[in-house]
């Protein structure tokens, strides 16, 4: 079960460039938390089952950008995964 911290943050995640102003601000105004405790959130909702079972296409692409991302980083740094 998704807890409700956790749907407010999968909702933010979802819609965030509705917000007024920088990401970092509206994470505080809305989640009422600091932009690496979200980010710590995030990170383990990207795993998290029941999140992809709440917000199937916010966590499908927060896994795409991660996996980008470290493709990304290993062909910089030489390395295979």
């Known amino acids: 079960m998704v807890s409700d911290r956790d ?3 999968l ?3 979802g819609s965030w460039w509705l917000f007024p102003g920088p990401k970092d601000r509206a994470i505080r105004e809305y989640l009422d938390m600091s932009a690496a405790r979200y980010y710590e959130v995030v990170r383990r909702l990207i795993d998290d ?3 992809l079972t709440y917000a199937p296409m916010t966590v499908r692409r927060l896994r795409r950008m ?3 991302r470290l493709e990304q980083i290993a062909r910089r740094t030489g ?3």
């Open 7 to 9: 749907r407010r943050v």
């Open 11 to 13: 909702d933010f995640e």
């Open 49 to 51: 089952d029941t999140a």
């Open 66 to 68: 991660r996996k980008d």
């Open 79 to 81: 390395t295979t995964q």
